[in-house]
């Protein structure tokens, strides 16, 4: 809980630095003795019924923010909001589940100048007030003068208007840079009677390119290349040994020789044994 109060002084701290100056829509201040309630004062929105007002408001910050939305609440009668009472917005605490941490003070109050043009459809604070008693308030609001914080309608009225004054100024220089630098431009680009010669000079000095002569077209048939006839019977990587052919005549006569050449032997044999 220390750590998030503290992160809400820093930032609350921070805010205060950057709106110690008025723009030209809206001024807050944080009070001197509670830094988590500020006072704030609002332009009505131009080219509407509260264009000309100035209205005077107080923001009660919780302990938790930028976590958690501010509460909103107008002390100055507007003919939109009522008096004294919190107003029900999407930036307020009345809805803090629309509520984003990135938003500041000046978001919140930029914010809530938008809506003066809304209807206010029976929402909490709200009122329906006509034309003419809007353009009333908003007249009668420079009369205006803060008890508590000290605040002169009118004062801060004329600080707004001298800041929507420095403001439109430096548009008008800006205005005035982009157009000199527009007519530095034109100066700067050459006309196209130059352009022209210049191309022309170009045109003069680059050396002509001769164009080579086409080469022969190249045959693009393709050669196709056909495969060898393949046998049908596949040849045998081992050469098999041909059949001896032996004529049946010599074979007889082959047995007949050596079968009288045994028995002679055997004969021979027999006798030499007696």
């Not at 990135?102 to 029976?122: M, N, V």
């Not at 009333?136 to 004329?158: P, Q, R, T, V, Y």
């Not at 050459?190 to 164009?211: F, M």
């Amino acid at each position: 809980m220390a750590a998030t109060r503290s992160a809400g002084v820093r930032r609350l701290m921070r805010e205060a630095s950057e709106l110690s100056q008025p723009t030209d829509m809206y001024v807050a201040r944080p009070l001197e003795d509670n830094l988590f309630e500020w006072h704030f004062t609002i332009r009505g929105p131009p080219d509407s019924a509260f264009e000309g007002g100035i209205y005077h408001g107080r923001i009660t910050l919780p302990h938790d923010y930028p976590y958690k939305p501010p509460s909103l609440m107008l002390l100055t009668p507007t003919g939109r909001f009522e008096t004294n009472t919190k107003i029900c917005l999407s930036i307020s605490s009345y809805h803090p589940e629309t509520w984003l941490p990135s938003w500041s003070i000046g978001t919140a109050l930029t914010a809530l100048i938008a809506f003066f043009e809304t209807p206010g459809k029976g929402a909490l604070g709200s009122l329906d007030c006509s034309d003419e008693q809007r353009k009333k308030f908003a007249k009668d609001s420079l009369k205006w003068k803060c008890s508590e914080c000290g605040c002169n309608m009118k004062e801060i009225f004329d600080l707004m208007q001298e800041q929507a004054s420095q403001n439109h100024a430096s548009g008008d220089s800006v205005s005035n840079i982009q157009e000199t630098t527009q007519s530095d431009d034109t100066l700067s680009k050459p006309s196209d009677n130059s352009s022209s010669k210049l191309e022309t000079t170009e045109s003069e000095i680059k050396p002509q390119v001769i164009p080579e002569a086409p080469s022969q077209p190249t045959s693009t048939a393709k050669t196709v290349i056909q495969p060898e006839p393949v046998n049908s019977r596949p040849q045998n990587l081992i050469q098999q040994p041909q059949p001896v052919v032996v004529n049946s005549s010599s074979t007889g006569l082959l047995i007949f020789i050596f079968t009288a050449i045994f028995f002679a032997l055997l004969c021979r044999r027999l006798i030499f044994m007696q």
